[in-house]
């Protein structure tokens, strides 16, 4: 089971050393922060660079189902976390279930690299493979992909790295 908790953009490490530290044994298996791999363009040269996948959002994974919802309404009400919200939700079993497929059960995101033919994307390679459908925006110069997703009862486009390697468009006859 995972559940979302959002903390102000920036102060997610500070976050999750204050839950692993103040958290009982036992009670989680995980407090992450996804990370993504992106393109990024600077001294002529196009670089992989780690980002946020979603700036301002931890992820605790465990297995006891609402274990770590009560521990942490309990620890709130005593203790307050630095730039956290006191609100930690359970994330949807769909939307889970896409984050372990987006991991491949680590904490980061790789690069994906498709191709656009007759203006559809087919994902070639990379963590987005099969994922097409999600993908809603695309910005082929900074090599980027938006993704949709509900997270924290909310429907946010997340950014994501995704370079096109290829786009062509079929020729229909008589028009040239």
Known sequence: MWYVLQTEPGLEETVKREIQSRARGG?????????CVRKKRYLGAWHE???????????????????IFNEWNAMLETEEIFGCSRVICPVLCEEEEFLMK????????????????????????????????????????????????RIHGEEKLAELGLEITEKTNKIVEGTR
Not at 30 to 35: A, E, F, K, V
Not at 49 to 67: D, H, M, N, S
Request: proline share 3%.
């Open 102 to 149: 987006l991991t491949g059960g680590r904490n980061e995101i790789g690069m994906s690299y498709g191709v656009i033919r007759d203006g559809v994307l087919k994902v070639i390679q990379g963590e987005l493979t099969g994922m097409e459908p999600r993908v809603k925006k695309i910005d082929r110069h900074k090599r980027k992909g938006y993704i949709s997703m």
């Open 27 to 35: 009670s989680f298996d995980d407090c992450r922060i996804l990370y």
């Open 49 to 67: 660079e780690r980002a946020r996948f979603l700036p301002g959002y931890l992820f605790v994974v465990t297995k006891i189902q609402g274990l």
